[in-house]
């Protein structure tokens, strides 16, 4: 068997031979128990998610005649949404191309449309385990104890994007887009002239505060502490930033508005004591995490758990493949994510090549 970056490889037809290798009684009773593989095909690409990266990189392996095969997810949750982070959001205003802006949803429809019209295969499901020990790779979107992946591929793209942790109060969720949100780069503008509060106080609520301090008439930032985790340089800035105003030792409980933010409700944590604050947005800063359980023990991530890619977009274990947020915690654009799909689709390409060479 070749040796890869210290992992055993097998050959890359020996699961398809052990999958259709005569078996005993005993072997042929545990079976009939597994759920039979829904395809027997090895795929050229799977493509693990369906958001820019992932829609991107399916367009160009599908002009490729690579015929990928999308599993795009469950509209289960936010970690896991068909079409990726633009269908929590309403006006898109920075996606070149669209000179009146577009709706998130209705630009990543678009996305979906264009892989489809060059034959790309979309699946709604969710890859709920992949084995990348062995070739050619496999990935079960059922049960995760199932002895048989439910998909064999020679080489895997992984564009699970990330998710932005939220604070998990009344009003979050419904007026996301509507004046809740976690993207000061993508958002920012729409405030112009308006008071707004960000929550957070690490490194990057400070960044966001700094940015939107640009465009909103007053920016209030909401921590949980008396002190900032932030860098002393980024709490510098912040602190003689004249549109910048602190309120510590808070937090929020609810926002408020309806059917786009007014205000955010807030609750001294020592005294108790609850006020509210009528406010135009509400910027979310807590964090993000990108979607990478899945790769855990397989897949090099940083500790913050995304994926480390080098040169271009691979990984670790050469045929797979990784582009968009789940590898970006700085960028986190969807034109950055797309071009990345781009990126991870030729080098993919490139991959299959040489291994047809071979
Ligand atoms: C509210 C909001 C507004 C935004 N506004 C803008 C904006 O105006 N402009 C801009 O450029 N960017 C904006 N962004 C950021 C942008 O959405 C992201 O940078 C971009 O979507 C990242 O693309 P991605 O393809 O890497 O991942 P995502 O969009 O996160 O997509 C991840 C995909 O992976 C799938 N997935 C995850 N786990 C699994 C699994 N186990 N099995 C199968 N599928 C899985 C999900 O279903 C999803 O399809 C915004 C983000 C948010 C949250």
């Not at 005993?24 to 820019?52: F, K, L, N, Y």
């Not at 699970?160 to 993207?183: F, I, K, N, Q, W």
């Not at 977009?313 to 994510?337: E, K, L, M, P, W």
Request: charged share 20%.
């Amino acid at each position: 068997m070749p040796e890869e970056q210290g992992r055993t490889i097998a050959p890359l037809d020996s699961l398809s031979e052990v999958l259709s290798a005569p078996l005993d009684a005993e072997q042929r009773t545990e079976a009939a128990e597994r759920r039979p593989p829904r395809d027997q095909a090895v795929r050229d690409v799977v493509i693990v998610g369906s958001g820019p990266a992932g829609l991107t990189a399916a367009i160009y392996t599908a002009r490729a005649d690579l015929q990928p095969l999308v599993i795009e997810g469950e509209p289960s949750s936010t970690s896991d949404q068909p079409g990726g982070q633009l269908m929590l959001t309403t006006e898109v205003e920075n996606f070149p191309g669209f000179v009146q802006g577009v709706m998130g949803p209705e630009l990543m429809g678009s996305f979906r449309a264009q892989a489809e019209r060059f034959g790309a295969q979309i699946i709604t499901e969710r890859a709920t385990r992949v084995d990348l020990s062995h070739r050619p790779f496999g990935i079960w979107t059922g049960p995760v104890e199932s002895d048989t992946p439910t998909y064999l591929a020679r080489s895997i793209i992984v564009a699970t994007g990330a998710r932005s942790l939220m604070l998990g109060v009344p009003g979050e969720d419904r007026l996301l887009g509507h004046g809740v949100s976690t993207c000061a780069t993508c958002d920012g503008f729409f405030f112009r002239g308006q008071p707004i509060v960000v929550v957070g106080g690490g490194d990057s609520a400070l960044e966001e505060a700094i940015f939107l301090s640009k465009f909103a008439s007053s920016v209030l930032i909401i921590h949980r502490r008396k002190e900032l985790r932030a860098s002393k340089i980024m709490q510098d800035r912040a602190l003689s930033n004249p549109k910048i105003a602190f309120r510590w030792d808070s937090v929020v409980t609810e926002v408020l508005g309806d059917p786009k933010v007014s205000g955010v409700r807030v609750q001294d944590v020592h005294t108790g004591e609850v006020d509210d604050i009528a406010v135009d947005g509400c910027f979310v800063a807590i964090g993000h995490a990108p979607n990478t359980t899945l790769f855990t023990g397989q897949l090099d991530m940083e500790e913050s758990g995304y994926l480390v890619t080098g040169p271009g977009t691979r990984t670790n274990v050469s045929g797979v493949f990784a582009c968009g947020d789940v590898q970006d915690h700085v960028y986190r654009q969807a034109i950055t994510a797309a071009g990345s799909g781009c990126m991870a689709a030729i080098d993919a390409e490139r991959y299959l090549e040489a291994l047809a060479e071979h």
